[in-house]
């Protein structure tokens, strides 16, 4: 797939309503549901749209906020895949998740449902969720989304409040018969740039060497969010000795998100929109908007990036360098490589000034 003229995956906020708390929310969710909230009439014509704009249509991962603060979320997901994509959930772990609704998903067509967990103990889950019970009912669901035939997908945030709980939350994902685990680098926005510290560049670094130990002997997919350093480490590492010719999924290149009211960003951690698609066409946005070609440049990225002689599978998190310099093509701050063209590392905005911890590495 091209990524330049279509993206492989879409998030998609139908909502930023729920019922949780979480300190490193990048929506800042809300109780009550926002009175612009695109209707099901919109969201079905701009999937009619995408239908026929994208040769391979990409895949819709309906998150918030929680989904299921809207009644109409079944017409939604019948309208996508009436259309034919394929439809994951990313649901929030409250009562109105039940096995029951799962079921009704599995009906229905939904191809995989991401539930989170950020911690090995309902302690560490539990508080950085904001609610109470919240690590409890996650298992039960998970058994619930498996046992359905649905895929599931577990997505774990690591930051300095849950990176020490790393290693024995990848042994529960074993445990749990996922089909994917995906790893979110937390990123300083939203309610995260004050209630949750991000990683310093060495303990990310020790992480994602552990992730991709991991990854190798792993019988699922595992990969990492707001770290594409990822592939930088696997392509050194050899652990995988194609994947330098692969470009990561990331910021722009590949995934776009459309918020709750239209807004179209390069990602929902990347807080910069290039259009709206109740104005402009969804594919004319992820083609042509500079934002977008811009972060599909390497060569327009700046610092240590520009001169990577791995920011083609990399490029670094855009999103990250929004956030701490807001400059959206910035260096990463929190990757420590130094190319080999640097003697010394230039300057560079840390990430966070305390030390973190490195979690599963010591």
């Known amino acids: 797939m091209d990524v330049t003229t279509q993206p492989h995956l879409v998030g998609w906020e139908l909502t930023r309503a729920c019922q949780l708390r979480c300190r490193h929310c990048r929506a800042q969710a809300i109780t009550e549901r926002h009175g612009d909230e695109l209707s ?14 994208f040769s391979h249509p990409p895949i819709l991962i309906f998150t918030g906020g929680d989904p299921l603060e809207r009644p109409d979320l079944p017409d939604i997901i019948a309208a996508a895949r009436e259309r034919g994509f394929l439809v994951a959930l990313a649901p929030s772990a409250t009562p109105k998740l039940t096995p029951q609704v799962v079921r009704e998903w599995a009906a ?15 302690q560490v889950h539990d508080r950085f969720r904001g609610v109470r019970g919240t690590f ?21 945030s690591v930051c300095m409040q849950t990176v020490r709980d790393l290693a ?10 996922v089909s994917s685990w995906e ?31 991991y990854r190798r002997r792993a019988a699922f997919r ?21 994947a330098h010719r692969r470009p990561a999924i990331r910021d722009g290149q590949g995934f776009a998100f459309i918020d709750h009211v239209g807004n179209v960003f390069p990602s929902g951690y990347l807080p910069l929109a290039a259009g709206n698609v109740l104005e402009t066409d969804f594919a004319g946005i992820y083609r042509e908007a500079p934002l977008f070609q811009a972060l599909r440049d390497p060569e327009k990225l700046r ?12 490029g670094g998190s855009r999103a990250r360098a ?41």
């Open 40 to 53: 099901l009439e919109q969201i079905a014509g701009v999937l009619d749209h995408m239908a026929a704009a």
């Open 108 to 122: 229905i067509g939904v191809h995989a449902i991401s539930l989170s967990l950020d911690g090995a103990t309902a």
């Open 136 to 156: 409890d009912r996650t298992l039960a669901l998970a058994h619930a989304v498996v046992e359905s035939g649905v895929n599931l997908q577990i997505n774990t």
């Open 168 to 177: 024995p939350i990848g042994d529960m994902v074993e445990e749990l018969g």
């Open 183 to 213: 790893v979110f680098f937390v990123v300083p926005t939203g309610r995260a740039r004050t209630a949750a510290w991000p990683l310093g560049p060495e303990s990310q670094e020790l992480a994602l060497h552990w992730l991709v130990g």
């Open 222 to 242: 595992v990969t990492a969010v707001g770290a594409p350093q990822l592939w930088r480490i696997v392509h050194q590492t050899r652990a995988d000795g194609d």
């Open 303 to 314: 610092g240590k990036c520009h001169i990577c002689p791995f920011r083609f599978v990399c």
């Open 322 to 362: 929004y956030a701490v310099t807001g400059d959206p093509l910035a260096q990463d701050p929190a990757c420590p490589y130094i190319p080999p063209p640097l003697e010394t590392p230039p300057p560079s905005p840390a990430v966070d000034a305390a030390p973190a911890p490195v979690g599963p590495l010591g």
